[in-house]
């Protein structure tokens, strides 16, 4: 594996996530360009199987960034690729949350909250089909998706039990 | 911090930070359905009109959502040191988690049992975000415009593929205007 620049991989990774509006899936394109493509880091197969990995792991999915950097350099690997992630949320977040807070009745600040829940409701929906889409190879998968649902709308249970059940049915062939 | 009109329950930094905790903890496939159930369903500390409009802040700000929301959260009910307290609950452990995890990868790659759970895990994971925008839509009014916009976003992203900032540049102008115009009435 090549010496990695630890600068570079922070720097490069701090002025995406300032521009990460939308979050983190508007950028994971070019952080594979910039790992696979330009710097050899990782090998395709191998960014592949650490975003997936990372993704059934608790916590945001953005947190692969965290994993790619553990697989180059450890601890300092992970701090080179997850502070990175932290500034965008501590500075301009706080900031408006700060504005926010001290003027809740601003009209500005109502309209804007007002005017885009509409689009956020319907951004996560697409988020939802898109998802649905991508992990469902057919009818199995969407009967489990649409199960959970049901099971969701309904009934308080625990989702965990529904994620023992989903991983039952993989480990049974069912999907 | 500024005291506001707004009623807000007392909660304690360790209670933002144990929340935060067990949203991330339990958070497989997607934050947002877990920090719904988590702040409204469990703890009853925001409504789902407050909530969804901190998530619409969170995603026009840079960064994941969620951490976004998990600031301005922490940030309302205990100043900033509660922003790093809720933070500190969010980001912590699943940087262990992820780290363990890497080890795991690095020492024994991917065994076929454990691909084939993670295909029917992430077919529950679409499902329980299919159904927190479900549970979330019901803060929409009963009129025409909303759920044009609210339609239009889903048509543009979710079936054309347009990039997200197109999406947005071309609906949220509107939207705001068309806010800040009934607001006027």
């Given amino acids: 594996m090549n010496p990695v620049d630890l600068g570079g991989l922070f720097l490069h990774f701090l002025i995406l996530w300032f521009l990460a509006i939308g979050g983190p899936s508007t950028i994971f394109p070019d952080i594979h360009r910039y790992v696979v493509d330009v710097h050899h880091l990782l090998t395709n197969a191998e960014f592949a199987e650490i975003y997936t990995l990372a993704q059934v792991a608790p916590g945001p999915n953005a947190m692969y960034v965290t994993m790619i950097g553990w697989h180059l350099a450890g601890w300092l690997g992970v701090a080179a690729t997850t502070i990175p992630l932290l500034i965008p949320a501590t500075t301009l977040t706080l900031l408006v949350g700060h504005l926010n807070e001290r003027y809740p009745n601003a009209p500005i600040g109502y309209a804007i909250r007002r005017g885009l829940t509409p689009i956020t409701i319907g951004l996560v929906f697409a988020s939802s089909t898109i998802l649905m889409r991508t992990v469902n190879h057919d009818w199995r998968g969407y009967l489990i998706t649409l199960l959970t649902v049901a099971v969701v709308l309904r009934k308080s249970l625990n989702p965990l039990w529904l994620f023992a059940g989903g991983a039952l049915a993989g480990i049974l062939g069912f999907v | ?185």
């Fill in chain 2, 1 to 185: 911090m500024e005291q506001t009109e707004t009623h807000k329950p007392n909660v304690s930094r360790l209670a933002l930070f144990l929340a935060f905790s067990r949203i991330s903890l339990s958070s497989f496939g997607g934050a947002i359905f877990w920090a719904r159930r988590e702040l409204i369903e469990r703890q009853r500390w925001i409504t789902e009109r407050e909530f969804i409009e901190m998530f619409t802040l969170g995603q026009l700000l840079p960064g994941p959502n969620v951490l976004n929301v998990t600031v301005m959260f922490g940030y309302r009910f205990a100043g900033w040191t509660g922003a790093a307290a809720a933070v500190a609950g969010f980001l912590g452990w699943p940087c262990l988690v992820v780290v363990g995890m890497g080890i795991l990868y690095q020492h024994y790659g991917t065994l076929p049992q454990v691909q084939q759970a993670l295909t029917g895990m992430s077919s529950v994971a679409a499902g329980l975000l299919l159904a927190t925008v479900i549970k979330l839509s019901v803060v929409l009014p009963r009129h025409w415009r909303p759920w044009l916009f609210g339609a239009l976003a889903f048509v543009g992203v979710g079936i054309m593929r347009w990039p997200l900032l197109w999406v947005m540049g071309a609906l949220a102008p509107w939207a705001v205007v068309a806010a800040w115009k009934e607001q006027q009435q």
